[in-house]
């Protein structure tokens, strides 16, 4: 944890008084560097990133990312999916395993976005063959360890034939779907030794495609934990495909991406979470008002920094409170002081809210809202007609 990340003054907000919290607040000349920064680091090509928008989540953040040349996009769901589409993306990955209604409801969005090029993952057969007769894209899903999904590296002989299934289906082979995100609590070099062992597997199933007579146009890396990793992989240079990362977390940025990757790549953090102390229940404790329905305890406990404040660690939140205990109780924050959180995983803590400060020097210069938060209804009207009394009966109370 960053306990030691420097309080910077552009953070303030000027008209706190006025804001009911905890309020989530993004700060665009700090997204603006992040995404600078990124693109930096990928030699000024933004066609080389394809960002993972469960982080980003507004439509604000996602027309930032269109203006600056980035137009591929990753998602897990099928509201992300559609506010991609709705916000300039030329080309959007639905990076999780679909099926049934949630595969349905993907074949519709891409109909009424005929000129987004979209892709799905699949994995077995099955998921493969829902997606004949529409203009779906297939990458194929490898597990490089993380054992959460995808098929293991070690049956190429599978992944081969499920490449040849895929365009016997008459689909679209778009590539490879390599999220090697196991290795983000591993030292830096550690790291990259391991990501890399694992990069020279994934270059002999591509070999081994090759040939089986197949091509492999794209294939995608590197969330934010191993993005360094893959930047360092030389064998990704001349692979002979288009190779892509997929990074989210940095356009924002929180405590643990500020401590996983280099401090050279000048990623700095852009959203925060503004508190309230509410309570100071014991002796060296205090409470704010940000508990786990603000600030996610996903990633663990502490749950965020408190920003300018070394002295405050954040104990186990409940719902709707903090507790901060003070190693310093002279700095121990008043009730009703304001306080800068910065959230140890951002992606979940920014889905927890419906709107967003933008704040530029200290004031408050519009209210944003958090665009593809949570999901579509699970019931829509929208889909294929069914002669289900049930399901009728449901679709007319919507």
Same mark, same amino acid.
């Given at each position: 944890?960053?306990?030691?990340?420097?309080?910077?003054?552009?953070?303030?907000?000027?008209?706190?008084?006025?804001?009911?919290?905890?309020?989530?607040?993004?700060?665009?000349?700090?997204?603006?560097?992040?995404?600078?920064?990124?693109?930096?680091?990928? $030699?000024?090509?933004?066609? =080389?990133?394809?960002?993972?928008?469960?982080?980003?989540?507004?439509?604000?953040?996602? @027309?930032?990312?269109?203006?600056?040349?980035?137009?591929?996009?990753?998602?897990?769901?099928?509201?992300?999916?559609?506010?991609?589409?709705?916000?300039?993306?030329?080309?959007?990955?639905?990076?999780? %395993?679909?099926?049934?209604?949630?595969?349905?409801?993907?074949?519709?969005?891409?109909?009424?976005?005929?000129?987004? =090029?979209?892709?799905?993952?699949?994995?077995?057969?099955?998921?493969?063959?829902?997606?004949? $007769?529409?203009?779906?894209?297939?990458?194929?899903?490898?597990?490089? @360890?993380?054992?959460?999904?995808?098929?293991?590296?070690?049956?190429?002989?599978?992944?081969?034939?499920?490449?040849?299934?895929?365009?016997?289906?008459?689909?679209?082979?778009?590539?490879?779907?390599?999220?090697?995100?196991?290795?983000? $609590?591993?030292? &830096?070099?550690?790291?990259?030794?391991?990501?890399?062992?694992?990069?020279?597997?994934?270059?002999?199933? /591509?070999?081994?495609?090759?040939?089986?007579?197949?091509?492999?146009?794209?294939?995608?890396?590197? @969330?934010?934990?191993?993005?360094?990793?893959?930047?360092?992989?030389?064998?990704?240079?001349?692979?002979?495909?288009?190779?892509?990362?997929?990074?989210?977390? /940095? /356009?924002?940025?929180?405590?643990?991406?500020?401590?996983?990757?280099?401090?050279?790549?000048?990623?700095?953090?852009?959203?925060?979470?503004?508190?309230?102390?509410?309570?100071? &229940?014991?002796?060296?404790?205090?409470?704010?008002?940000?508990?786990?329905?603000?600030?996610?305890?996903?990633?663990?406990?502490?749950?965020?920094?408190?920003?300018?404040?070394?002295?405050?660690? &954040?104990?186990?939140?409940?719902?709707?409170?903090?507790?901060?205990?003070?190693?310093?109780?002279?700095?121990? %924050?008043?009730?009703?002081?304001?306080?800068?959180?910065?959230?140890?995983?951002?992606? &979940?803590?920014?889905?927890?809210?419906?709107?967003?400060?933008?704040?530029?020097?200290?004031?408050?210069?519009?209210?944003?809202?958090?665009?593809?938060? $949570?999901?579509?209804?699970?019931?829509?009207?929208?889909?294929?007609?069914?002669?289900?009394?049930?399901?009728?009966?449901?679709?007319?109370?919507?």
């Amino acid at each position: 944890m960053l306990s030691e990340f420097p309080w910077d003054e552009r953070y303030r907000v000027t008209s706190i008084e006025e804001v009911l919290t905890p309020a989530l607040v993004l700060y665009p000349e700090f997204v603006l560097s992040n995404i600078a920064r990124t693109l930096h680091l990928l $030699g000024g090509d933004g066609d =080389r990133w394809r960002v993972h928008i469960k982080t980003a989540k507004l439509a604000y953040t996602l @027309g930032v990312l269109v203006e600056r040349g980035v137009r591929n996009f990753k998602c897990a769901t099928t509201l992300e999916l559609l506010v991609a589409c709705r916000n300039g993306a030329a080309d959007v990955l639905v990076a999780y %395993p679909l099926m049934g209604a949630n595969a349905r409801r993907v074949r519709e969005i891409a109909d009424q976005f005929p000129d987004v =090029r979209i892709s799905v993952l699949a994995e077995n057969e099955e998921q493969v063959r829902q997606w004949q $007769g529409g203009p779906i894209g297939i990458f194929l899903d490898l597990n490089p @360890g993380m054992n959460r999904t995808g098929v293991e590296q070690s049956q190429a002989d599978e992944i081969v034939k499920l490449t040849r299934g895929i365009e016997d289906a008459g689909l679209e082979f778009r590539g490879l779907h390599y999220y090697d995100g196991q290795y983000g $609590g591993l030292a &830096p070099q550690e790291r990259t030794a391991a990501a890399h062992a694992g990069y020279d597997r994934l270059l002999e199933i /591509v070999a081994q495609i090759r040939r089986s007579g197949a091509n492999v146009p794209e294939v995608i890396t590197a @969330g934010t934990p191993t993005l360094p990793c893959s930047l360092a992989y030389p064998g990704f240079h001349a692979g002979g495909f288009i190779h892509r990362v997929s990074p989210g977390t /940095v /356009v924002y940025c929180d405590a643990t991406c500020l401590a996983q990757l280099p401090r050279d790549y000048g990623y700095v953090p852009a959203v925060l979470v503004l508190t309230r102390v509410v309570s100071r &229940p014991h002796e060296g404790i205090a409470t704010c008002d940000a508990g786990h329905k603000a600030v996610s305890a996903d990633a663990g406990v502490p749950t965020c920094v408190v920003l300018g404040h070394r002295e405050l660690m &954040p104990l186990p939140p409940s719902e709707e409170h903090l507790p901060l205990h003070s190693t310093d109780d002279a700095r121990r %924050p008043q009730v009703g002081e304001a306080l800068y959180l910065l959230p140890r995983h951002v992606c &979940p803590s920014v889905n927890n809210f419906d709107s967003a400060l933008l704040v530029r020097d200290g004031h408050i210069t519009s209210v944003e809202k958090v665009s593809a938060r $949570g999901r579509e209804a699970p019931l829509l009207p929208i889909l294929e007609p069914t002669t289900s009394p049930v399901r009728s009966q449901a679709v007319e109370k919507i």
